[in-house]
């Protein structure tokens, strides 16, 4: 199922990943609305990306935001491609504390209302569009989803992420099957250190330090890297139910 001449939506697609993803499907001939809760980097990336991109406010969480970047992506083409990239850090924090007081139940709960239920959200509400599409070279549509190492290397303090991208990937397998009989793929995408914004606020000299950690290549991933993979992942039609680490070789220490 080629890109070309459809219509793709990418959450997150106003910086990082979701916007390198964006540029590639463009580049082989897609449409593109670009769904993230950031209207300045929005309008940005959409001058940017040219006529092919169309920005859309949107939280991942809500199911009338997510709606309307659906329709959207739907007026551009035929939507047959969703690339979920958004989501949210975790804030460093033990289960207990030195003191022995529990870490805020309502901090974990944010983390996976964001990660693992803004990931349902989007998928479900996709999979229901897709579903309507003509069959085009066995496929209705692709999901590529967004998980993290941290799904199997989770460091000390991670454990909400954790949680959160571990329940991405074990949800992929489960909904491949689910939505095999629409004909519809889904596989998900682990990537390791990637040189995002959020990287980027970092001191040059902890960058440094993160990239040697990563046996080879040994940088840090580019957004485009993870751009080429996702593209991948929808087009090719034998792939599915995978969640492919994206790493170097990483293998995260306990902290």
């Known amino acids: 199922m080629n890109i070309d ?27 593109v609305v670009l769904a ?9 990336a959409v001058a940017d990306l040219g006529d092919a991109a169309r920005f859309v406010r949107a939280d991942v969480t809500d199911e009338d935001s997510v709606t309307a970047a659906l ?19 975790g804030d460093r924090a033990r289960i207990i504390d ?36 003509d069959v085009v070279d066995g496929d209705r549509g692709a999901v590529v989803l967004t998980a993290s190492v941290a799904a199997f290397d989770g460091q000390i303090g991670q454990t909400s992420y954790t949680a959160a991208k571990a329940g991405v990937h074990g949800m992929t397998l489960v909904a491949a099957r689910d939505l095999a009989s629409w004909q519809i793929r889904v596989n998900t995408i682990a990537p390791g250190i990637m040189d995002t914004p959020m990287l980027g606020r970092l001191r040059a000299d902890i960058r440094d330090g993160l ?14 890297d993870f751009a080429r993979l996702a593209v991948e992942l929808l087009e090719n039609p034998y792939l599915n139910g995978q969640t492919v680490r994206l790493d170097g070789a990483l293998r995260m220490a306990p902290r």
């Open 5 to 31: 001449g459809s219509s793709a939506l990418v959450t997150g697609g106003a910086s990082g990943l979701g916007l390198a993803t964006a540029r590639r499907v463009i580049d082989r001939g897609g449409r």
């Open 36 to 44: 993230d809760i950031s209207e300045e980097q929005g309008v940005k």
């Open 71 to 89: 329709d959207a992506a739907r007026e551009l083409g035929p939507l047959r491609f969703v690339v979920h990239c958004a989501g949210r850090g």
């Open 98 to 133: 030195r003191d022995r007081t529990p870490g805020e139940l309502a901090t974990f709960a944010e983390v996976v209302r964001v990660n693992l239920i803004g990931s349902y959200n989007v998928l479900r509400l996709a999979a229901a569009r897709l579903s309507g599409n």
């Open 211 to 224: 990239a040697a950690t990563v046996p080879h290549p040994g940088r840090l991933g580019d957004p485009d």
